[in-house]
């Protein structure tokens, strides 16, 4: 079945520090990646997606780009804030799924802390 | 405009009880989704509904749990007989569509503890 493998944490970094957190598939066909985050007391939001091979997601800094080639997504901010400690989660979808729908696959996610 | 609710936010039952979750999705969503985070199982899916139909719900971990969705809007989450292992947060979920990578929006989630 569908699965996602991340990194462990917690990931500690110092503020302004590069951030990678690792992030890996298997599915079959063509899934859509996703990284979301959950912040401290807040529920899950969407960061970025990618829908096909070579796509790149982008938002508020965080950077991650589809590689089919390594069955990869991971996640990439070149100077990281305070503000960004959170718990980040790579996920997978596929469509064409008995039923429809496009359930979500988690990975177990990975803490991030940033101190100053 | 209004996001997904959940209601209540926290429950704590005893064992044996029934419990009922509340999801108010997204209006005009079509798709809503329940997950369950747990420290020991991590985010896993539960039961997709498409309209008021439930085409998926593969992620029902036994026949004690059992959702409806009623009008293609609030949905509800029902655990009959919780045992302690039911202790999560139980997240909803909803999108637009299921065509593509829909985005799915997430509501605050349910904290159940099963005493």
């Known amino acids: 079945g569908d699965s996602v493998t991340q990194m462990e944490g917690p990931v500690t970094l110092s503020e302004e520090a590069f951030l990678t957190i690792n992030c890996t598939y298997t599915?079959?066909?063509?899934?859509?990646l996703f990284w979301y985050v959950q912040y401290p007391g807040e529920g899950l939001q969407l960061l970025l997606k990618?829908?096909?091979?070579?796509d790149k997601g982008s938002n508020k800094g965080f950077e991650a780009t589809y590689r089919k080639e390594t069955t990869s997504f991971h996640l990439e901010k070149g100077s990281v804030q305070v503000s960004d400690s959170a718990v980040y989660f790579c996920a997978l979808s596929r469509a064409g799924l008995t039923g429809g729908g496009n359930k979500l696959t988690f990975g177990t996610g990975t803490q991030l802390k940033v101190e100053l | 405009g209004a996001g997904v609710s959940q209601s209540p936010s926290n429950k704590v039952t005893e064992k044996g009880k029934d419990v009922e979750l509340r999801c108010d999705p997204i209006?005009?969503?079509?798709?809503l989704y329940w997950y369950r985070q747990s420290l020991g199982q991590g985010l896993e899916f539960l039961i997709y509904?498409?309209?008021?139909?439930?085409?998926?719900k593969s992620g029902l971990p036994s026949d004690r749990f059992s959702a409806e969705r009623t009008g293609g809007s609030v949905s509800t989450l029902t655990i009959q007989r919780t045992q302690q292992e039911d202790s999560a947060v139980y997240l909803c979920?909803?999108?637009?569509?299921?065509?593509?990578?829909?985005?799915?929006?997430f509501g605050p989630g349910t904290r159940l503890t099963v005493l």
């Open positions: 979920a909803s999108s637009l569509g299921t065509g593509g990578a829909g985005t799915q929006y």
């Open positions: 209006s005009g969503h079509t798709a």
């Open positions: 990618a829908t096909k091979a070579d």
């Open positions: 509904f498409q309209g008021n139909s439930a085409p998926d």
């Open positions: 599915a079959t066909g063509y899934p859509s």
